[in-house]
RNA sequence: GUUCCCUUCGUCUAGCCCGGUCUAGGACACCUCCCUUUCACGGAGGUAACGGGGGUUCGAAUCCCCCAGGGAACGCCA
C-alpha cells in the first residue's frame, strides 16, 4: 500500500458516525513511553474500557527531524509491556487509518489549500530567517511574538505567480480576533480573549502539517469524540478552535487533564533524563503496581481504597472525578505499594518475572530445583520493594555469592563469638539436617547451655557465621535451604577470620 | 508584555458544584510503641495542611472580589 485512498477516508465524513466513544493517545515518537504519557494513555484506556469504546493510537511523528521509526516501535513496546494495548492503531488495524500522521500528509495537505480557496488561510512566502529575527525583535521590545502580515499583503494573482515559478511558501492559517470559548469536563467553559495569537503556520514548507492543525484534523476523521490530554495543550485551544470553525466542524468533548511533576516541582522532562515506562520497568516495578499508581495521580477512588486490581478502576472511573491540579510524582508512594503487589502475589506467580533478575546478575538458578526456589523466594519476599531487590536479599542461599560483611566479620573476631560457633558446629555435626525449627532449637539450646551464653551474644555469632550478615531472614529457613554441608563450610570459614 | 490554567498535611488526595455533620478524613514518608533475641513484614498511636487579604453570611476549605506564587501558550516543536 503506497498511496492514501483519500476519497475513502473523506468520504467516511458523509458516512454514518460512530456511536460509541473513541478516544485517542496521540504521542510523539521521541524516546520511550514517559510516566506523564503512560498516564494520559491510561486515562483513556480506562475511559476506553469504562464507556465499552474504543482506544486509537495515533502516531504524531510531523516533525521529521525528532520523530523515529524506532521511538515509535519502543513507545508501543511500553504501552504493550503495560498491557494496555489499543483498539486502532498502526499495527493494530481499524479502519480509521493510517494512524501515522506522516503517512496522511495528503489529506492535510488538500484541506490546508482548501483553506486558501476559502479564504481562511494565506501563502507566506516569508524564510525561517526572516521570521526568526522577527521575532526575535518583537520579543525584544516586549511585545507578543506573532506573525507580522507582511504576506497578507501580497495579492491573490502575484501568490499564485510566485508559487509556480517554485517558490517556497507555508500556508499560514488568518486568526480571527474575536472570544473563542469551550467546554472543559474539568474545568468548565474556558474563554479565550483576542490577541492571543497571530496568523499562524498550519502547513510548513515542507508540506507537513503543524501539530495543532494535524490534530484537528484528524481527530475529526479518525471521529475522535472524547479528547483526554495533559493541560499543556490547553493554550493551544484557541487554535484549534479556529482551524475547527475554519471547517464548519463540530468539536469532539475535551478533558484536560492535570500535568505530572518531579520531585522539583518541575515538569517531568525526557531532557531530564527522567522516567520512563521503560527505566521503572527495567528497575522491578511491576506494571500493574505502576498503572495503579498512577491512576491515582489526578484520580482518586470514590471509597478511598487505594490498591485495587484494574477492572475495579475501570469501573470507578470517571471524568468528573479527576484532579484539576498538577501531581508530583513520589518514588516512595510508588516504592511501597509496589512492594505491597510483590507481597500480594505466590511465590508461584512470583518466580518468574523475579528469575529475569537472578540471571541478570549471574544467580545459577538453572540448576536449582523449583521448590527450593519457591521456599527461598517465600523467605525473602517481605523484604522486597521492586524485584531487582531479589538480589540483595538472596545471595545467602547460593554457595557461589556467599561472603562475609564486615559487621559480620568484626563479630566473628571475638573470641565469645568463636565459642559459640565452635558448639554450634558440633551440635550441627551431631544433629544432622535441620528440617525443621524444633531441630534448630534443639541445637541452640544446647550451645546455650555448654557456652552459658544468652540472648544477642548467643543468636548474632551464629547467625553471621552462617549468613555473613548480622541481618536477614531468620535462621530456620535458612539453614534447611542451604543443608548441613554448607552450614559446615561456612562456619569454618568464619572461624578463620 | 498579553492570554489561559492551577493553589487542602513534605508528597498523593477526600471534602468544594449543593456553606453548618470539618476540633479538615485517608494514603505514602517521618516519629513513638508493640510483635520479633536480627532485617523486613504486620499491628497501635503521633507530628503535619485549607497561599494571603478583603467581602457575603448567624456561620466559609466550601460563594464573590483582589493580590501573590506556580505552570502553560504566544514556534515552519508536540
Known sequence: MTSL??????????????????????????????????????????????????????VEDTDQVRSTRESEEMVLKDIASLDLNPDEGPGFGGDYGPYRQSERQEIFQMLAVSLLAKKKAYRCFCTEEELDSKAKAAKAANKPPHYDGTCTHISEEQSQKRAEAGEKFSIRMTAPQKDYHFEDALRGTVTFKPGMVGDFVV?????????????????????????????????????????????GWKIPKFAHI??????????????????????????????????????????SPSDGKEIRPLDEIVNDFDLERLNKSPAVFDDEKLLWMNGEYIR??????????????????GYNVATKPKEWLLKVLAAVQGNLKVLADINAHVD?????????????????????AKKVVQVFR????????????????????????????????????????????????????????????????????SLDL
Open 258 to 299: 492535570s500535568m505530572i511533576l518531579g520531585m522539583d516541582k518541575k515538569k517531568l522532562s525526557k531532557r531530564e533524563g527522567a522516567s520512563s515506562v521503560h527505566d521503572y520497568l527495567n528497575a522491578g516495578f511491576l506494571p500493574e503496581a505502576l498503572i495503579n499508581f498512577l491512576a491515582l495521580l489526578g484520580w
Open 396 to 416: 545467602i542461599f547460593f554457595d557461589t555469592k556467599f561472603t562475609f560483611e564486615q559487621d559480620a566479620k568484626t563479630m566473628m573476631q571475638a573470641s565469645e
Open 426 to 493: 558440633q551440635e550441627i555435626e551431631k544433629i544432622g539436617e535441620i528440617q525443621s525449627e524444633s531441630d534448630l532449637q534443639k541445637v541452640q539450646t544446647a550451645v546455650k547451655e555448654q557456652t552459658g551464653t544468652k540472648g544477642k551474644n548467643l543468636f548474632m555469632p551464629m547467625r553471621a557465621a552462617v549468613t555473613g550478615k548480622l541481618h536477614g531472614p531468620e535462621l530456620k529457613f535458612v539453614m534447611p535451604l542451604i543443608g548441613q554441608k554448607e552450614t559446615l563450610r561456612r562456619i569454618d570459614l
Open 5 to 58: 485512498d483519500i476519497k475513502s477516508i473523506l468520504s467516511k465524513e458523509a458516512g454514518p458516525h460512530p456511536t460509541e466513544t473513541r478516544v485517542r493517545f496521540a504521542p510523539s515518537p521521541t524516546g520511550y513511553l514517559h510516566v506523564g504519557g503512560a498516564r494520559t494513555h491510561l486515562f483513556n484506556w480506562l475511559y476506553a474500557r469504562k464507556t465499552k469504546g474504543k482506544l486509537i493510537l495515533r
Open 344 to 361: 500480594a502475589m505466590s511465590t508461584e506467580d512470583l518466580l518468574p518475572r523475579v528469575l529475569p533478575f537472578l540471571e541478570k546478575s
Open 203 to 247: 502547513l510548513r514548507s515542507n508540506g507537513m502539517p503543524v501539530y495543532n492543525f494535524s490534530v484537528v484534523v484528524d481527530d475529526y476523521f479518525m471521529r475522535i469524540t472524547h479528547v483526554i490530554r495533559g493541560d499543556d495543550h490547553l493554550s493551544n485551544m484557541i487554535r484549534q478552535l479556529m482551524i475547527t470553525e475554519a471547517f
